[in-house]
T-cell receptor, first 113, second 115 residues
């Protein structure tokens, strides 16, 4: 089983739709969780961190379920500009206090008119 | 503010050739790292550094060398290129140790093809 797994998609949704991505992780000692966004042929950029209590940033909501070991990203009122690959990133406890960042393979989202 | 700068952006090599991918950051970040990104594989850590003079291996270090003589620079050397090293390479830096609890800032990527 991969350490971090995402449904690669692609997800094709119309403008205005609500879409949700899930990401599962295998290491129950994982400590920190993030969603990154990567546009086509560009570098990844941090979208948001995921906190235990869940957090929201405008149209984006991230949630963490430690019992089931998954995180989710909800995008409301999708815009054409949301089209990108969304990367789930997990910081697992490692041999040092630094931990280890593991990236999922990404979920492709295409928003169409 | 330049952030993380990688060069070259594109490179074609023949099997057995060596080359160096350059990475520089101007944010005074202690942590720097190199990833490779392949279809369906996500980003995989090659090498990382938590400060000048300190480097360590990541998940896929074979065939690559790094050094960190200054805080700003973290070059990645391919010793003898192989077709399996065809990939997109990203350099990233962070204020936080190993990027664990902080934001990773990525360069624009270097697309390498090995024939």
């Amino acid at each position: 089983r991969k350490e971090v797994e995402q449904d690669p998609g692609p997800f094709n949704v119309p403008e205005g739709a609500t879409v949700a991505f899930n990401c599962t992780y295998s290491n129950s000692a994982s400590q920190s969780f993030f969603w990154y966004r990567q546009d086509c042929r560009k570098e990844p950029k941090l979208l948001m961190s995921v906190y235990s209590s869940g957090n929201e940033d405008g149209r984006f909501t991230a949630q963490l379920n430690r019992a089931s070991q998954y995180i989710s990203l909800l995008i409301r009122d999708s815009k054409l500009s949301d089209s990108a690959t969304y990367l789930c990133v997990v910081n697992s406890a490692g041999g040092t206090s630094y931990g280890k960042l593991t990236f999922g393979q990404g979920t492709i989202l295409t928003v169409h008119p | 503010n330049a952030g993380v700068t990688q060069t070259p952006k594109f490179q074609v090599l023949k099997t057995g050739q060596s080359m160096t991918l350059q990475c520089a950051q101007d944010m005074n970040h202690e942590y720097m790292s190199w990833y490779r990104q392949d279809p369906g594989m996500g980003l995989r850590l090659i090498h990382y550094s938590v400060g000048a003079g300190i480097t360590d291996q990541g998940e896929v270090p074979n065939g690559y060398n790094v050094s960190r003589s200054t805080t700003e620079d973290f070059p990645l050397r391919l010793l003898s290129a192989a077709p399996s090293q065809t990939s997109v390479y990203f350099c990233a830096s962070s204020r936080a140790p190993r990027g664990g609890t902080g934001e990773l800032f990525f360069g624009e990527g270097s697309r390498l093809t090995v024939l």
